[in-house]
């Protein structure tokens, strides 16, 4: 996998997907991991390490905040789970800026969601929408706003039987909380699928973090055991179609973990999550959105929950159960 030469760059367009897809930290992590930044021209290292140092900015306040804002909830007693972000980017890129985040992440139980929100609203943090699994709650100080979203669940309510039970029973306490845990390597690599075609895989820095998880897990990625969760739970077809985009784009990850499968013939393709990225509609993206839409779900019921509108869930009054 690494020690084919890397081909004669297009620099111009490496230097435009880079800036539209956002992944100048993953791009030189890779490239610094495998020992071939040598490889690539000098400018074009140093524009990468300087988007990089940008980048570490933002990523370096998001994780103040969340500290901030995982405190509280563990003083609370709220078990949270941190998804993504800064957590993400220093687990599996090895650095605060190895990927670039925008907002705070986390998982709370749904009878806690409440409990969760007020804290937030009484800490300055003002409530701005709810999603399909999520609500959204944005802190603007100094001309800066920070978004938290706190999901009540790690799919979309409808479109398949995912359940969070089984993610808490082998999530891991994370050291100096008492009520913040960390996912397992199983619902990791599980979550970042699903998070990943959740977005459509419209952006290349979905795949490099579908493909980086692997990476990092190697031998110990267990397909059988993803599979297995994916089919009870409703969300085989979309698994195995993230992971064959991902292995259909990189195939060198069989090095790391072999796809136990073929993988499905999709109509992902770069040029069309470069429209989509710019807003614009060619057929190759149509036929890619089109394809996300009526073609990603184990079930022709899931398919049509999908496209109902989502529900926030009722919160319990104060003093309910906590878990």
């Known amino acids: 996998m690494r020690?084919?030469?890397?081909?004669?760059?297009?620099?111009?367009?490496?230097?435009?997907?880079?800036?539209?897809?956002?992944v100048p930290g993953q791009v030189l992590h890779l490239l610094e991991e495998s020992g071939r930044l040598g490889e690539v021209p000098g400018p074009f290292a140093d524009w990468l390490r300087a988007r990089r140092e940008r980048m570490a900015f933002q990523n370096l306040v998001l994780r103040h905040k969340s500290n901030e804002v995982l405190a509280l909830l563990d003083t609370a007693g709220i078990a949270t789970i941190p998804l993504k972000g800064v957590w993400f980017a220093e687990r599996f890129f090895g650095h605060v800026a190895g990927r670039g985040t925008s907002d705070i992440d986390l998982l709370v139980h749904p009878e806690r969601l409440g409990a969760a929100t007020a804290l937030l609203e009484r800490s300055g943090y003002a409530h701005r929408k709810d999603e399909h699994n999520h609500t959204v709650l944005e802190q603007v100080r100094h001309g800066l706003g920070i978004n938290v979203e706190l999901h009540w669940k790690l799919d979309k309510a409808r479109g398949s039987a995912q359940r969070d039970a089984p993610l808490w029973a082998a999530a891991r306490?994370?050291?100096?909380?008492?009520?913040?845990?960390?996912?397992?390597?199983l619902h990791v690599l599980y979550a970042i699928v699903l998070h990943g075609l959740r977005h459509r895989l419209d952006s290349i820095k979905y795949v490099l973090d579908i493909a980086q998880v692997i990476r990092r897990l190697g031998a110990r990625v267990d397909y059988a055991a993803l599979l297995e969760l994916a089919a009870a739970e409703g969300t085989l077809r979309r698994v195995k179609i993230a992971l064959s985009v991902v292995y259909t784009a990189l195939p060198g990850l069989n090095a790391d973990a072999p796809l136990p499968f073929e993988p499905l013939q999709t109509p992902w393709s770069c040029s069309a999550i470069r429209a989509m990225q710019r807003?614009?509609?060619?057929?190759?993206?149509?036929?890619?959105r089109l394809f996300c839409k009526l073609a990603i779900y184990d079930s022709m019921k899931h398919r049509v929950q999908a496209q109902r509108p989502h529900h926030r869930p009722v919160a319990r009054p104060p003093g309910s159960r906590r878990i």
């Open 173 to 185: 306490r994370l050291p100096g909380y008492t009520a913040i845990y960390e996912l397992d390597e």
């Open 3 to 22: 020690s084919t030469p890397l081909p004669a760059p297009d620099l111009e367009r490496l230097y435009g997907d880079i800036e539209l897809f956002g």
């Open 279 to 288: 807003g614009e509609t060619t057929a190759e993206s149509l036929r890619w």
